[in-house]
């Protein structure tokens, strides 16, 4: 399965296009109800599906997509059941509708763009120790450690400005806007294990010279903290705000870095 150069280039200046589109209308009116968020998380993981088909047969690509929708997807069904392991969360009916009675349609989706978007600012980052042999586990481990940054960015976004889902309180006396504390490290367990399965598949095994640094997903994880920080300041979330900056501003720095040696 695979599909011709002309419509990889099709396909990725037209999802981006498209997607850059409704970012700005997020952007310019974010009183619009949530099926703008739907639109966006839609074309966003498609658009990091075709990006990553750039460098990988589509197959791959769409095996690792699969994996991540599947146990991101579950992970988050299985917290709005029993609490475990995220927390207790309860998902409005604005999100879109439930895929087994138990998580909206696309919440799966939104797994595949942190996922895929982080392990590429982690490539970035790491550039420089591509050829050290255990390359492969500090990418594995930066990922997580993203998507782990990319969740506590989120939950202040989707809870009090977009209210896509809420938090039922914990017995935990820490939380982040609300959010467990368990919320955040389960994000980064998750993405461990679902980078424990799709890796095999994200390899690329045909020989050849090293394809230059693609910034696709950095620009995909930067527009995505700017959405975040644009909601925290119309919010009055100021801590919210803060951590959102931080986390944009480490992973760049340390992407565009890496990604010059």
């Known amino acids: 399965m695979s599909l011709t150069e002309n419509t990889r280039k099709y396909l990725f200046w037209t999802l981006n296009g498209l997607l850059g589109a409704a970012f700005v209308i997020e952007l310019r009116a974010p009183d619009y109800p ?22 990988l047969p ?9 994996i991540t929708a599947l146990i991101g997807g579950a992970v988050h069904g299985f917290s709005a059941r029993t609490s475990m ?10 999100t879109g509708p439930q895929l087994f009675n138990a998580v909206p349609w696309p919440v799966p989706l939104l797994w595949i763009v942190a996922v895929f978007s982080a392990r590429g600012v982690g490539r970035l980052i790491l550039r ?17 450690v993203l998507v782990l940054a990319f969740d506590i960015a989120l939950e202040p976004y989707a809870w ?3 209210h896509l889902w809420l938090w039922q309180p914990t017995k935990l006396a820490l939380n982040w806007h609300g959010a467990s504390l368990l ?6 367990c998750a993405a461990l ?53 931080a986390i944009a501003a480490g992973a ?10």
Request: hydrophobic share 55%; proline share 7%; aromatic share 14%.
């Open 34 to 55: 949530s099926w703008p968020d739907a639109v966006i998380i839609t074309l966003a993981a498609l658009a990091s599906i075709v990006a990553l088909n750039r460098q």
């Open 58 to 66: 589509l197959q791959n690509v769409l095996s690792a997509a699969a």
């Open 85 to 94: 392991p995220l927390g207790p969360v309860v998902f409005n009916s604005q």
């Open 128 to 144: 420089p120790w591509r050829k050290v042999k255990i390359y492969g586990y500090w990418l594995i481990g930066a990922t997580s």
């Open 160 to 162: 009090h400005v977009r």
């Open 183 to 188: 919320c955040p490290l389960g994000w980064g």
């Open 193 to 245: 294990l679902i980078l424990m399965f799709i890796t095999p598949s994200l390899i690329r095994k045909q020989p050849g010279s090293h394809a230059g640094p693609d910034y696709h997903p950095l620009i995909c994880w930067l527009a995505a903290l700017l959405l975040f920080a644009v909601g925290a300041v119309e919010g009055k979330l100021w801590w919210s705000f803060g951590a959102d900056v």
């Open 252 to 261: 760049g720095f340390f992407a565009v870095r890496g990604a010059k040696w």
